[in-house]
């Protein structure tokens, strides 16, 4: 399929230093690529790294790792120089099918304006699985009555999880409603099982503004939630994860998204950054709904068995 006359080499210990200073030659301002590989290359679960040269000088880069929270596929990331052709991504995913501890799907990320990477990983058979978009939405003062004219006839009580970190009934219920909502929208690519006190870390964990996380109860069950974060970005913060415990509820998760936004203005933070996956029905429904910026969207592309 490729010809090629690349050198590849297994790397026992890659240079951290050097791969930043190659990645920032290559990638550029593409902070997402330079932190996608230093994670793969930094993570405890990290399987092998192969270097492609020509000429004795360094030309591409592809590090394989594993996920504890999703165990079942092998996550890589490529990168090479700018060059013609793909000789040098052909000879590194084919270095990383040969290696013994690989077991597929494989599973990467690009950006959707990495046409010469998405062209490639289509000729070598790996399929797109899911889009993700990251755009941001500038805090203005929603009115509710104007935009749910019928909110203040719902019988429902709106609670931020401060109100219900030590009620022993409702954080369960909170805690198995994200779970089943978050399994939901990843049957791509399966999340491991857990324990209970692991998903608690995660949802009431030091970056979740907990006076700024919503739920909806009626009846005192909880109908819908919206989880927001603290973000490393000046005066922004991100939304999290959020769903209903129904599809036909959605209006709830998004009066939910609302009141987000007006904390955000009485909190004097202009933005929310959201991150949306094409599986995950509720953060689209957010993203139909609201005025968020326009983004290019990251690509998950998977080579799976013949099976699948």
Known sequence: MFRSNYAIKYSNSPNIEVIKEILTNWVGDDDFTYRYFLRGVHIKNNICTYEAY???????LITAWKSE????????????????GFEIEAVLIEAL??????????????????????????????????RTYMPLIR????DFQEVFPDFNGQDICIKDLNSIANLKEL??????????NYEKAHTVNPVGVHSFQKWEE???NEDTIQSGSFIVLKDSEIQAYSLLHYSNTPNQFEFGWRGTKENADVQL???????????AIENGVKYIEAEVDTTDYFSVEMLKFFPFSPAPSL??????TNND
Request: aromatic residues 14%; positive net charge.
């Open 69 to 84: 929270f999703h165990p079942y596929c092998t996550y890589f990331a490529m990168v090479t120089k700018p060059h013609i």
């Open 171 to 180: 954080k369960p219920k909170l805690i198995n409603l994200v779970r089943e």
């Open 139 to 142: 805090a203005s003062k929603i």
């Open 253 to 263: 998760m998004l009066i939910l998204t609302a009141s987000q936004i007006n904390y």
């Open 202 to 204: 995660l949802i009431f």
């Open 97 to 130: 099918y040969n290696f013994k501890e690989i077991e597929l799907p494989l599973q990467t990320c690009i950006w959707e304006t990495s046409y010469g990477l998405k062209t490639f990983y289509e000729e070598v058979e790996f399929l797109e699985v899911r």
């Open 54 to 60: 020509e000429n004795e000088k360094l030309v591409g």
């Open 299 to 304: 690509l998950t592309v998977q080579k799976r």
